[in-house]
């Protein structure tokens, strides 16, 4: 018995300290920065049929903004599209400069 309850201590203990760390990445985690945001931002280059493009009304539309406004629904958050140059999305990726895009 003795060993049965040290063996639920230690796992006690070690869970919480796992959970710790869990609940550390989701607060880091791009997210949960868009659930507290309530807004999903995608940027794309809308120069690539048919999965991004602008109508003759000056919308943006494709399979990729279909994608997103799905995404968005799912997540119950609004959809935010960035026209962005291609070159511009990688770097901004890279250097965490994702603020302005996504």
Avoid: C, H
């Avoid at 507290?36 to 809308?46: H, I, N, P, S």
């Amino acid at each position: 018995m003795k060993k049965m309850t040290a063996m639920l201590a230690f796992l006690l203990a070690f869970s919480s300290s796992l959970f710790a760390s869990y609940n550390q990445i989701w607060e880091e985690s791009t997210l949960n920065k868009i659930m507290e945001r309530k807004v999903l931002r995608v940027g794309l280059d809308a120069g690539y049929m048919p999965f991004e493009m602008t109508n003759k009304q000056g919308k943006i539309v494709g399979f990729d903004v279909d994608v997103a406004r799905q995404m968005a629904k799912s997540m119950g958050v609004e959809l935010e599209i960035v026209n962005t140059a291609w070159d511009g999305i990688i770097p901004a990726l890279v250097t965490d400069n994702t603020n302005r895009i996504f």
